[in-house]
Nanobody
């Protein structure tokens, strides 16, 4: 049974930085594209960032481009999201996701984490 466990969320002030992590128990983790999504109260879940299995290709939502960085450590089976210059509108539950296809990942990932809360105060 696959488990994906996010950590690192919390309460920060606008302009601060935060890094969230996702540890996955996927046996073939190094073959999976990984991504981050978020869901704010009263809103639909939205794509934030993704990274190819090899780590050589990353994609970002326009709203976070230049502020967030996704990375991965295949040896640790972990994906990270470094968030800088945080804004109150970044407040959401952040979920990691995994799929063998980078394109499918954005539409219907095979695996989801349980989420971690990030709150940015103004």
């Amino acid at each position: 049974q696959v488990q994906m466990i996010e950590s690192g969320g919390g309460l920060v002030q606008a302009g601060d930085s935060l890094r969230v992590s996702c540890a996955a128990s996927i046996r073939t983790f190094s073959l999976y594209a990984m991504g981050w999504f978020r869901q704010a109260p009263g809103k639909e879940r939205e794509f934030v960032a993704s990274i190819r299995y090899s780590g050589d290709l990353t994609v970002y939502a326009d709203s976070v481009k230049g502020r967030f960085t996704i990375s991965r450590d295949n040896a640790k089976k972990t994906v990270y999201l470094q968030m800088n210059s945080l804004k109150p509108e970044d407040t959401a539950v952040y979920y990691c996701a995994a799929d063998l296809s980078l394109s499918t990942l954005r539409e219907s990932p095979r695996y989801w984490g349980q989420g971690t809360q990030v709150t940015v105060s103004s």
